[in-house]
């Protein structure tokens, strides 16, 4: 079956632009995470939704994050203004339930120029 | 401050010998641990846990050891292949029902054939 996908794979963009990155989770998963990996970094967790339930947005680093999930499908993670130190990978995962294994997309690389 | 460490960013292993890829962590509250594998362009890959109740999980080439008064768990891979050249990221939660992991910065592997 289809993993996680997500879009696109990598963007440059300048700084002070507004970037929006999608993840399509596995189909039937109902907790979807999002992650950020700088160079030389860990996987530092940004938000994590589960269901309907209100998503847990305590990783998210500033106002300038945002993140959608329309019901348990498509997640869009969204950076205002970005700025330079936002360059990394944006990892999307999603588990069959919360706390399960969680299957990694590909990732976004971003690069703020 | 980073509760998960992995303090040795990369390791070289020839085909056929023991690798031993090693992680430390600061809270006592972790009781579960999980190892992950990623390769260029791809998200990681869940790889192998193991609960504070176990001190030793293994599965086929992979043992994952668990030494809790050092807050030390370690990873082996025998016979190490060129194939699990890769990054490995050991993560760790409070417990195995929660879905907030902390992840270490990585070990990049290679192993020379």
């Known amino acids: 079956g289809a993993g996680v996908s997500q879009s696109p794979s990598n963007k440059v963009t300048e700084k002070g632009k507004d970037v929006e990155l999608r993840c399509d989770p596995i189909s039937g998963h109902t907790a979807l995470y999002w992650y950020r990996q700088r160079l030389g970094q860990g996987l530092e967790f940004l938000i994590y939704f589960q269901g309907n339930s209100a998503p847990d947005k305590s990783g998210l680093p500033s106002d300038r994050f945002s993140a959608e999930r329309t019901g348990e499908s498509v997640s869009t993670l969204t950076i205002q203004r970005t700025q330079q130190e936002d360059s990394a990978v944006y990892l999307c995962?999603?588990?069959?339930?919360?706390?399960?294994?969680?299957?990694f997309g590909p990732g976004t690389r971003l690069t703020v120029t | 401050d980073q509760q998960v460490k992995q303090n040795s960013p990369s390791l070289s292993v020839q085909e056929g010998r023991i690798s031993i890829l090693n992680c430390d962590y600061t809270?006592?509250?972790?009781?579960?641990f999980l190892w992950y594998k990623k390769y260029p362009a791809e998200g990681p890959t869940f790889l192998i846990s193991?609960?504070?109740?176990?001190d030793k999980n293994e599965d086929g080439r992979f043992t994952v050891f668990l030494n809790k008064s050092a807050k030390h768990l370690s990873l082996h891979i025998v016979p190490s292949q060129p194939g699990d050249s890769a990054v490995y990221f050991c993560?760790?939660?409070?417990?195995?029902?929660?879905?907030?992991?902390?992840f270490g910065t990585g070990t990049r592997l290679k192993v020379l054939a």
């Open positions: 993560a760790a939660s409070g417990s195995s029902g929660t879905y907030k992991y902390i």
């Open positions: 193991i609960s504070s109740i176990k």
């Open positions: 995962a999603s588990s069959l339930y919360g706390a399960g294994e969680q299957y």
């Open positions: 809270n006592s509250m972790f009781d579960y």
